[in-house]
């Protein structure tokens, strides 16, 4: 599995495994623990969280895991994500859905991540969401004291567009830091961020693009969803002919772009993970990319 050079701290696996809905998977931690030895054999090494996934639990399911094979930390490249807050009774001061970029939720949030996560550092820590009450200069003072405190190595965003990145990066680059990582939602089935210039900015400053929801979610597979079904009928012949799965053919047209995007799955099967992996394999044509945006977005291209 090719890496990919996000900066000089930190270089993340072109395939990266998200633990959104871990929660849902219901594993014991011996069983999470076999999944996480099958993604590092397969060289999937970075692993996505976030303070708040599966009502701030998931963190707490994968340091259990982890625990159990200690020796696969210093293999992987741990990204957790902080700045929302959602009505949680685990959690203190959680009484309703609003955003907190303040230097105490940041930290506040590193600290428990790392507790739950049972590790020492954060590879990479995402600001998960822009707020329209980010004061640029405190995210930078957190930011600055996390990674003085080696508590996390390197840092980027989530869901910022264009104005958001750049006022947030204009006051980091003062003090020598520079976001390089932005997670955005984007697949065959979610164009937004290709068509509005997001993505060409990022691939301007050189920020990594990791793709959320790369499978939009499994509707990608829903074949009474409208969208989903024009998009089934590009993939459907090509992945006879390249021998792949749809998830491959899906992992080959990311593939396709040169912004390097790395797909953060969302699946708990490990059959699909080596789909999407052996899509990485093939290459398909510059017709066969384009037929699949087309196809997304319900019109020619002009
Ligand atoms: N930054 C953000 O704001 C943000 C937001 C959302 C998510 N994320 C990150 O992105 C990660 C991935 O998101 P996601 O879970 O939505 O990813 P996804 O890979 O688009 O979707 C995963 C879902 O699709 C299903 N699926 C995959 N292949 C399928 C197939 N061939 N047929 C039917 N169903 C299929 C999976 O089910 P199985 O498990 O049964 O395969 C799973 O339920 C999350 O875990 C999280 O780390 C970030």
Redesign the pocket.
């Known amino acids: 599995m090719d890496k990919v050079k996000i900066n000089q701290y930190v270089s993340f696996s072109k395939v990266i495994q ?4 871990a929660q849902d998977w219901q594993w014991t931690p011996q069983q999470l623990n076999r999944y996480l030895n099958e993604l590092v054999e397969r060289g999937i090494t970075t692993m ?1 969280h976030a303070d708040i996934y599966g009502d701030y639990s998931c963190e707490g399911v994968f340091g259990e895991a982890l625990k159990l094979s200690p020796q696969l930390r210093e293999e992987m490249e741990i990204v957790s ?1 902080c700045g929302i807050v959602l009505p949680s009774h685990r959690i203190q001061g959680a009484d309703g859905h609003r955003y907190n970029h303040s230097k105490k939720h940041i930290q506040q949030s590193v600290e428990r991540s790392l507790k739950e996560l049972q590790v020492d550092y954060l590879d990479t820590l995402l600001i ?2 822009p707020s329209p009450l980010m004061d640029p200069q405190e995210v930078t003072e957190a930011l600055k004291i996390l990674v003085t405190e080696g508590k996390v190595k390197s840092f980027g965003v ?2 910022f567009n264009k104005s958001q990145y750049d006022l947030l990066n204009q006051c980091l680059v003062c003090d020598k830091l520079h976001i390089t990582l932005n ?1 955005l ?1 984007v ?1 065959p089935y979610t164009l937004d961020i290709i068509e509005d210039g997001t993505m060409n900015h990022m691939l301007k400053d050189d920020v990594k693009i990791m793709s ?7 509707k990608l ?1 829903d074949l009474e969803d409208e969208k989903a079904a024009r998009i089934m009928t590009v993939i459907s012949p090509l992945t006879q002919k390249y021998n792949v ?3 491959g053919i899906v992992m080959a047209w990311f593939n396709k772009h040169p912004a390097a995007i790395m797909p ?6 490990i059959d ?1 993970i080596d789909e999407a992996i052996a899509g990485l394999k093939i290459t398909i044509t510059d017709q066969e990319w384009f037929d699949i945006y087309t196809a997304s977005l319900g019109h020619d291209i002009p």
């Open positions: 998200g633990f959104w809905r996505d994500k998960h969401r989530s869901n997670q939602e697949s959320w929801s790369p499978m939009a979610g499994g597979f799965t749809a998830n953060v799955l969302g699946t708990h099967q699909r």
